[in-house]
């Protein structure tokens, strides 16, 4: 919506398998989510703008060949992604799903790309998660190495954090790096930090609002605290919370991937983005949605339970350097404590959505089960 | 045959891909190779032991939950993965087969034994060129990184040889690192160089040899030059020859395993070692063929062809650091030169077979096509 908004031609693909996927572990999107035709015709009335869309499966190449021929892309932008980590972890028919669903689709659109439009700049949405948690700082993908008396320059270390998931993330990273190496294929590689949040600025009316899970398996952390809060629910932070992470708003998502668009690669190049905003850990997040939560006259309060993920979760260095999106422009849009409010805010209004799922944000799946 | 023969129950799990692929791609094994029945028929008959066999797919975990079960291994060895670049660059379809297969199979054969026989060590078979060609020192799995002032101990970074099968070599070990962290795996990644030979010790009939694949999808470099100048073919090296790679004979490689199933790692533990014996580039390889040839009265000649390899053919630094292995007892058991003529005497013996197949040689499958 943003990106025709802003004048760019869209056409968008989906199998819809998140809300599947979502409704599989029982749960639903705290905002109600019409038909892909409801939201085109609001999108339409709104803003005077079509946007095209196609129902496929990238894992069917022949489906993203056809998408390609049909709409000869300059800009291919990859999300279609299993994203979940807790989800990877349920079992091995997860685990394998999750990993041959990511590299599948990853694969065949760089093999289609190359096909049909080679010169196209493809944008992958990546995970910083695919970093792991490393006692050095982290470069923006590659860094001058030192060894033994020698120096070159490799892709920064993938030790990923501990699910199937991320470690997907980071086959998609490769394979991508090879196809702009032997192809030529422009690439951007995004490792993103946790999203959060319930609005773009497109997003003027219930109609065109976007999807936001709160779910133990599809809900980010932030995205869970708010709808704790806004529940009257303790907000749950796994362990002792000391996991670093960083975060970026949806909107400043949204600012980021259009900044990279709008900046594109050199042919063959393989250009790698830290993308977020700020880090903090899990107990700090959770303070500050309490503080929101209790400004805004919600009763809140914190509580810390068994830690369903093996995970390093004691205070520990962490420094990703970001320089590149803010050297294209980009800047926060709001702090975390304006999100928060218009968060908050808006899941109050879908409150009776939240109830119907309370019993889903909770984790039941556990790395060691 | 050698780990039966040296005390060892042993049991195999195979559902011969490798002779369908590579009668898919047109070509056969220079040696005869029975029906499995057969083979262990042959063993059995020289050797006085049972092998047992289970026909079966790793990408059905259903069949490696029985398998597991049924035999309680101390020792999974898990060679059961598609092994040629050229062959996962055919097209899309073979990238997907090539990289599915791989990951599925490993990611099986870990939940399983997570399942099964948690204490069981896992030895899995990985590539030096898992690597590439980095100009500094690689070691044999972790290296202490020293980046902006402070330290950590992380894995080498991987940016493999440019195929989507190095790359997949590459996730599978990202997901055994995973196992052994989370879930206690004992394991052993192999990043094994590129393997020649027709014989081990237990080869001692005709039944009991092993496949040799000669054609341009399915044969390693020293295998293509032998069967080259058992023909009285040219030597075609790819490009300059400038490619140093590491070697090892088939002889040698069933010694290092035989040492890592030894020698196991600590409950948790994810060891790697780098398994060669000797680095070569393309060029200085078919002198050697050459040279051997030329001895054993085999007329034989050299010519460069254009590469349809993308990859660096110009002389470059390569050094794999390989002690581990050393310091576990491995001796080359032959030089060179005399594996060569053991190889030589072996092919000209099954010389028809070579000639039935000799178009097949000849790469036809290029990187840029």
Redesign the interface.
């Known amino acids: 919506m943003h990106l025709a908004n802003s004048g760019f031609d869209v056409a968008g693909v989906d199998n819809f398998l998140r809300r599947k996927w979502v409704g599989e572990v029982g749960s639903h999107s705290a905002t109600p989510i019409g038909s892909m035709e409801e939201r085109i015709r609001a999108f339409k009335q709104s803003f005077g703008r079509r946007i095209h869309f196609d129902y496929g499966d990238l894992r069917n190449?022949d489906f993203v060949y056809y998408v390609l021929e049909k709409y000869k892309p300059d800009v291919v932008v990859h999300m279609a992604e299993q994203p979940s980590a807790p989800f990877s972890m349920i079992?091995?028919?997860h685990?394998?799903l999750t990993?041959?669903n990511n590299?599948?689709g990853t694969?065949?659109v760089l093999?289609?790309i190359r096909k049909v439009v080679p010169h196209c700049h493809l944008v992958k949405m990546g995970s910083v998660g695919e970093y792991g948690v490393?006692?050095?700082?982290v470069?923006e993908g590659f860094?001058e190495?030192?060894?033994?008396g020698?120096?070159?320059t490799?892709?920064?270390?993938?030790?990923?954090l501990?699910?199937?998931y991320h470690?997907s993330k980071?086959?998609d990273s490769?394979?991508l790096?090879?196809a702009s190496?032997?192809?030529g294929v422009r690439s951007s590689d995004i490792m993103q930090g946790i999203v959060y949040g319930t609005r773009t600025d497109e997003m003027v009316n219930d109609h065109l609002i976007t999807r936001f899970d709160f779910d133990a398996i599809f809900g980010t952390v932030l995205n869970r605290f708010c709808a704790q809060a806004a529940l009257g629910h303790k907000l749950t932070v796994y362990g002792s919370g000391g996991q670093r992470r960083p975060i970026i708003s949806l909107r400043d998502s949204i600012q980021c991937l259009t900044l990279v668009i709008e900046n594109p690669p050199d042919e063959g190049e393989y250009r790698v983005f830290n993308q977020f905003d700020e880090v903090y850990n899990a107990a700090e997040l959770a303070q500050k949605v309490k503080n929101v939560a209790n400004k805004l006259g919600f009763d809140s309060d914190i509580q810390h339970i068994e830690n369903p993920r093996?995970e390093d979760e004691h205070l520990h260095?962490y420094n990703l350097i970001h320089e590149k999106l803010q050297q294209l422009g980009f800047k926060a849009s709001h702090n975390l404590e304006g999100e928060l409010e218009i968060m908050l805010t808006d899941l109050n209004k879908y409150k009776q959505r939240l109830i119907a799922k309370r019993d889903h944000i909770l984790p039941k799946v556990g790395?060691?089960d």
Do not use: C
Request: proline fraction near 8%; hydrophobic fraction near 45%.
């Open positions: 190449y079992d091995v028919d685990a394998v990993q041959t590299i599948v694969l065949n093999h289609a490393p006692s050095v700082d470069p860094f190495i030192e060894y033994r020698r120096k070159d490799l892709p920064f270390p993938r030790r990923a501990t699910d199937w470690w980071t086959f490769g394979n790096m090879l190496e032997i192809w093996i260095y790395w060691g």
